[in-house]
């Protein structure tokens, strides 16, 4: 599970359901500028990514954001489409 922000910490939440898997990572966690970044897996093995892909899993609707967020404290990689169910590094 290799990317270039996620290999500076430990994945600060796990979302299991079913052969999914959902690692969030924090950059520039604690600040105003916190965001989080997501790593989707199926049986284990890291899910292929294009740009504002949407798809659903047993974790739920699942979107990916791409590795260049529109401003510092935006979402990337793979996280909940819906973006109340991302989670702060404070909740």
Avoid: C
């Avoid at 079913?18 to 049986?43: A, C, H, P, R």
């Amino acid at each position: 599970m290799e990317n270039k922000k996620s290999q500076h910490s430990e994945p600060y939440r796990i979302y299991k359901a079913g052969d999914w898997e959902l690692y969030v990572f924090f950059t520039n966690k604690g600040t105003k500028s916190e965001g989080q970044f997501g790593v989707l897996l199926e049986n284990g093995s890291v899910y292929p990514t294009n740009i504002n892909e949407e798809i659903e899993t047993e974790l739920g609707k699942m979107k990916y954001y791409g590795l260049n967020a529109q401003v510092p404290w935006g979402p990337t990689g793979w996280l909940f489409a819906d973006k109340s169910k991302i989670p702060n590094s404070w909740t």
